[in-house]
């Protein structure tokens, strides 16, 4: 073997892998470039779902008839809730996804709130079951404005919501469910009665910072209205800590933690081992989301009977609901934008809808979609609510929620601070945060 | 034929498909191994240079230029300078992640060694070592997310240390997955499960000196101390330098135990009190909470780097000894 040799097969070797890695890198997603019909061709989505998530079933269903209708074949990554983590290095090359879904607090840090989504206009404007989009959707959902891109047009498709609610089994607590509480008043006399009664009155998985968090930013919009987290976070001042109404919110979870009505060991527990222990009877109520339902069927004690009423009011103020969103968007760069918008509003048809409330068991976004008898409660709260917020009030300035607020309010609701301190920390932190910030 | 005759007509045989003229081969000193060893250098060493470059190299530098900027992982950047650094670093929750990564650097490091070294020398002359070399290694093979979960069970207020601490009369256990008490937790952790691995590493270190020091030191009625100061510790130096620099580039890094031991099965992120470096790094990019700040998460991660880097250099210097030769 002469020396040339000896050069040769490792530089080929060397030849072919650099080869591979660039067919990797310009290969997928330029199917059907340029031919942007709404015939024929393909698409890709990468999905939020994994396979064999009951939701998951839903969409491949709809894909299916989708392509079967339409002729064009979607590519579907089911890549699970990692896929917006996934599609932030993607959006520098030119590979992306056409159409991608994911929860409203997700998709908007990473596509919306950077100018990287694509106006959805044309969705917006197409039929589905003879009404337009923009009608199937409450007018109340739409109105939550910060879906809206810098021109004031629509960058995401919801096509299913998550809500919250305080939860609790119909089975053995019957009177909760003829007569929930309504007001602040009434819930902590429900508390006082439970306890009298020798029941825990609430269970709290304390090591989830955005458990733990609904609390106060629930009490401070129930008193303020929609919003009113979202201006005290914007305030570069601070000086919105020192109103009256935000303490009053931080004292009310203070009530909460120091009235002994959370469950032993909620400050020192791993996710799930209360909402296990709720499910299982040892505790009466759990403030938590619209999931909860299906994520804690498989340990609830037999003939549990899901029910929730709404975080109650105070001082007879807003009733708006939370409501995020959890739809489509699509990267300004997809190649084939059409479709995918296209796609995205076929999973607004009624028999998708309907399939996403009873199979999936979770909220689909039309108001005239079947639901499950679990989520009666919660739709019923939504229905009437004559507006909504989002997960944190919208807040998704850089860093604020999980390195400012979170760690805050964690020391108030696991009975580390008082509501005072609370209020005088956060202040000092949001100043500072908006100095480095700003 | 003289000896410089020989190797010439040798070289010219080896060189028969004329990559180098006869005359220049001589000129060049060495055997003909080493010239043979010269001519496989880039053939061997080329790839993985290459590939080393374009995977590792490059990333970095890339990552040094975007913590130069404001950017939120896409779109526009913005040049904001050494800003990212001055804001890190005043950043009271990263100077936090940054005393827990130097934590578990210095104060797991010396208890992993301490216990290591100790372990060595009780091995050494035990019956049924192996088996017990085995099973002290075991704990290194398993994923550290198993630790975050059995975690759990372990210590949820009804999981199984509560529940045998009961009949003891406990009344009061304590709060053990307590914000504040996750990161010691962490800490016990990362020593029961890699004591094992450098116990392995410093073993084979302590088992390839002679036996007959040993018998010396009898001899001379050395006490254990002084076998350990003067026959153990000079002979196995080397090995311990190279276990010194694999726990420091090892412990900067760590981050899926802490990520999976405080509130993250799934639904959130650790607590503050439990964060590294790392998992600052992580949060900063990749929250999923709030727009992205990859300027940060980047400026984060290159002085993680610059540490590891220093702490290296230093390390080599301040381990540095002639190789006994036994």
Not at chain 1, 149 to 154: I, L, S, Y
Not at chain 1, 211 to 234: C, D, H, M, Q, V
Not at chain 2, 233 to 239: C, F, I, M, S, Y
Not at chain 2, 250 to 265: H, L, N, Q, T
Request: glycine letters at 8%; hydrophobic letters at 45%; charged letters at 15%.
């Amino acid at each position: 073997m002469g020396a040339a040799a000896r050069y040769i097969r490792p530089m080929a070797i060397l030849a072919g892998a650099v080869l591979a890695l660039s067919a990797c890198g310009g290969g997928a997603g330029t199917a059907g470039a340029g031919a942007d019909s709404t015939t024929g061709g393909s698409l890709t989505y990468w999905s939020m779902w994994k396979e064999g998530e009951p939701q998951q079933k839903v969409i491949a269903k709809a894909v299916a008839d989708f392509t079967a209708q339409t002729g064009t074949e979607v590519k579907v990554q089911w890549q699970g809730r990692s896929n917006t983590e996934k599609l932030v290095p993607a959006l520098n090359t030119n590979n992306v996804p056409d159409l991608v879904d994911g929860p409203y607090a997700k998709l908007a840090p990473v596509l919306g709130n950077t100018g990287q989504a694509a106006p959805l206009t044309k969705a917006y404007d197409t039929t589905v079951d003879g009404k337009k989009v923009a009608e199937l959707i409450p007018a109340k959902y739409l109105a939550t404005s910060n879906i809206k891109d810098k021109d004031g047009k629509p960058w995401m498709l919801p096509y299913s919501l998550s809500s919250d609610g305080i939860w609790f089994d119909a089975a053995t607590h019957p009177e909760l469910a003829a007569s929930p509480p309504k007001t602040w008043d009434d819930f902590t006399s429900v508390l006082d009665k439970l306890k009298a009664n020798g029941e825990t009155p609430l269970a709290a998985d304390g090591d989830i910072a955005g458990y733990n968090s609904l609390w106060f930013t629930t009490a401070l919009i129930r008193a303020e209205g929609p919003g009113s987290f979202y201006k005290l976070a914007s305030d570069k001042s601070g000086a919105g800590w020192d109103s009256p109404a935000v303490l009053a919110a931080a004292k009310r979870v203070e009530k909460i933690v120091n009235g002994g009505y959370l469950i032993n060991g909620y400050a020192a527990s791993k996710w799930p081992a209360q909402q296990q222990l709720w499910a299982s009877g040892k505790a009466a109520l759990m403030l938590n989301g619209s999931w909860t339902p299906t994520e804690t069927a498989t340990y609830a004690s037999p003939g549990f009977q899901y029910a929730s009423f709404p975080f109650p009011t105070i001082d007879g103020k807003s009733t708006s609901q939370r409501a995020d969103f959890v739809g489509f968007a699509v990267p300004a760069k997809a190649k084939n934008q059409n479709k995918a918008q296209q796609l995205a509003t076929f999973l607004l048809g009624k028999k998708y809808q309907d399939a996403y409330g009873t199979d999936a068991k979770v909220l689909p976004i039309r108001a005239d979609a079947a639901i499950s008898p679990e989520m009666a409660s919660v739709k019923k709260a939504l229905d009437a609510a004559p507006s909504v917020y989002l997960q944190n009030d919208g807040v998704t300035y850089p860093g604020f929620v999980e390195k400012v607020f979170w760690p805050k309010d964690d020391q108030l609701f696991l009975g580390k601070t008082s509501a005072d301190d609370f209020v005088k920390q956060m202040k000092d932190a949001q100043i500072q945060y908006w100095k480095d910030n700003g | 034929m003289s000896e410089v005759d020989a190797n010439a007509a040798v070289d010219t045989v080896l060189l028969a498909d004329g990559a180098k003229p006869a005359k220049a081969a001589r000129r060049e000193a060495g055997s003909s191994i080493d010239r043979q060893r010269k001519k496989l250098l880039i053939p061997f060493v080329g790839p993985a240079f290459i590939l080393y470059t374009i995977l590792f190299v490059v990333p970095s530098l890339a990552a040094v230029w975007i913590s130069f900027h404001s950017w939120s992982g896409s779109g526009p950047m913005e040049f904001v300078g050494g800003e990212n650094y001055v804001r890190v670093f005043k950043d009271p929750l990263f100077l936090k992640s940054f005393g827990n990564t130097l934590l578990l650097l210095f104060v797991v490091g010396i208890a992993i060694f301490v216990l290591a070294f100790a372990m060595s020398l009780v091995l050494r002359d035990m019956a049924g070592r192996k088996i017990v070399r085995s099973v002290i290694f075991f704990p290194h093979l398993i994923n550290a997310l198993v630790f975050g979960v059995l975690a759990g069970f372990i210590f949820n207020p009804g999981g199984i240390v509560n529940t045998l601490l009961g009949p003891l009369g406990v009344k009061e256990p304590p709060a053990w997955l307590a914000q504040e008490n996750i990161f010691p937790l962490i800490m016990v952790t990362l020593v029961a499960t890699t004591t094992g691995y450098y116990t392995t590493i410093l073993m084979a270190g302590v088992d390839r000196i002679p036996p007959y020091y040993y018998e010396d030191c009898a001899l001379a009625g050395a006490t254990a101390f002084q076998r350990l100061r003067y026959v153990i510790l000079p002979l196995t130096w080397d090995v311990f330098g190279t276990c010194a620099v694999l726990w420091t580039i090892s412990s900067v890094k760590i981050f899926e135990i802490i990520w999976v031991f405080g509130g993250s099965s799934g639904a959130g992120i650790p607590p503050t009190q439990s964060w590294t470096t790392a998992v600052y790094t992580y949060v900063t990019a990749f929250s999923g909470q709030s727009t992205p700040s990859y300027g940060a998460a980047t400026a984060s991660a290159v002085i993680s780097l610059a540490l590891v880097s220093v702490l290296v250099v230093v390390l080599r210097r301040a381990m540095r000894r002639d190789a006994v030769e036994f």
